[in-house]
C-alpha cells in the first residue's frame, strides 16, 4: 500500500551536486519517520539522513555540512540536497519510512532494520 519511489540520481564529479527526490503514496500517518540510506557494493546500508513528522532531522557525521534533508508535506515528497559530492558518497540511494517517531537521533540512523517501507533505489556515483 505504501510506495516510495526515488530518483534524481546521477553521475557526477567531486565536488558537484545532486537533488534526490522521494516521492510517498499511501502513507497517511500522523506520526512518521523517513529517512535517506546508502549501500555501496560490498558495503553495510547505512543511514545518511532522518526527518520526522515535526520536521527534526538528524544527519550522519560523515554527510554534515554537506547534505540537507528536506520534505514537502503537501506534496508527500522527501528531498536530499547533496553538495561537495565526494568519491566515497558514490552508493545505492535508498528512501525509507516507518510508522512512529523516530526516536533517539543518535540511534535511528544505525536502525536499518526498524524502517518497514523502502523504495527501489537510485544511484549516485562520484568521479574523481
Known amino acids: 500500500q505504501v510506495q516510495l519511489v526515488e530518483s534524481g540520481g546521477g553521475s557526477v564529479q567531486a565536488g558537484g551536486s545532486l537533488r534526490l527526490s522521494c516521492a510517498a503514496s499511501?502513507?497517511?500517518?500522523?506520526?512518521?519517520?523517513m529517512g535517506w540510506f546508502r549501500q555501496a557494493p560490498g558495503k553495510e546500508r547505512e543511514g545518511v539522513a532522518v526527518i520526522d513528522s515535526d520536521g527534526y532531522t538528524s544527519n550522519a557525521d560523515s554527510v554534515k555540512g554537506r547534505f540537507t534533508i528536506s520534505k514537502a508535506n503537501a506534496e508527500n515528497t522527501l528531498y536530499l540536497q547533496m553538495n561537495s559530492l565526494k568519491p566515497e558518497d558514490s552508493a545505492m540511494y535508498y528512501c525509507?519510512?516507518?510508522?512512529?517517531?523516530?526516536?533517539?537521533?543518535?540511534?535511528?540512523?544505525?536502525?536499518?532494520?526498524?524502517?518497514?517501507?523502502w523504495g527501489q533505489g537510485t544511484q549516485v556515483t562520484v568521479s574523481s
Open positions: 499511501g502513507y497517511t500517518y500522523s506520526t512518521y519517520c
Open positions: 525509507a519510512a516507518r510508522r512512529g517517531t523516530c526516536g533517539p537521533m543518535s540511534w535511528v540512523l544505525t536502525s536499518v532494520q526498524s524502517f518497514a517501507y
